[in-house]
């Protein structure tokens, strides 16, 4: 018994049939564009912030020898690191992610 040429083993998958699918690369630029310009001012006031806080924490450590300013300092730093992820993340956009 012998088989006909053109019966191979059927492909399971859908794909199969369906035609090739371009996969250029993604780009992002437009949305980083589209973000509003308070956005730019508040993420450098809270860069700003996050310097200022470094700085207190170590003028109070070495000059003025005063330990809870200088975990003052660090809290205030560590404080706008938190607010500076979120708002990069979450905020700022004309236009939901989720």
Known sequence: MTLPQD????????????APVDLAPV???PELLQREPLHFIVVLLLLADIVFGLGLAVFAEKVLTFRPMAIMGCGLAALGVGVLGYFVLFGGGKRSRW
């Open 7 to 18: 019966s191979g083993p059927a492909d399971p998958r859908p794909e199969a049939d369906a």
């Open 27 to 29: 780009d992002l630029a």
